[in-house]
């Protein structure tokens, strides 16, 4: 499987951006499915997770009630939508697919998008 994240960029504090991430397989729809990030200096951490039918998400806690986690199937794209973003969610957020559900170690997935930048300016 392969992994397509976009819509990284440079956004104000309190703004929003709307991450998608492409995957090239219908077996897609298998997988659990999760971002990560990754900011300088730092190990890259778990963010969201979707089940494979999409019907259970996980939340970090620094970004629960800000970001929302969904997916699609049928064009076998996962989204990340980030509301309310601060500088401290600067970082290249990366897309993940493996198991089991809810992906939150990164020695589970199976699968790694190259990544994309997401700056906040304060």
């Known amino acids: 499987v392969q992994l397509q994240a976009s819509g990284g960029g440079l956004v104000q504090a309190g703004g929003s951006l709307r991450l998608s991430c492409a995957a090239s397989?219908?077996?897609?729809?298998?997988?659990?499915m999760g971002w990560f990030r990754q900011a300088p200096g730092k190990e890259r951490e778990f963010v969201a997770a979707?089940?494979?039918?999409?019907?259970?998400?996980y939340y970090a806690d620094s970004v629960k009630g800000r970001f929302t986690i969904s997916r699609d199937n049928a064009l076998n794209t996962v989204y990340l939508q980030m509301n309310s973003l601060k500088p401290e969610d600067t970082a290249v957020y990366y897309c993940a697919a493996g198991s089991p559900y809810p992906l939150t170690a990164a020695n589970s997935v199976n699968y790694w998008g190259q990544g994309t930048q997401v700056t906040v300016s304060s």
């Open positions: 397989r219908r077996t897609f729809s298998s997988y659990a």
């Open positions: 979707i089940s494979w039918s999409g019907g259970r998400m």
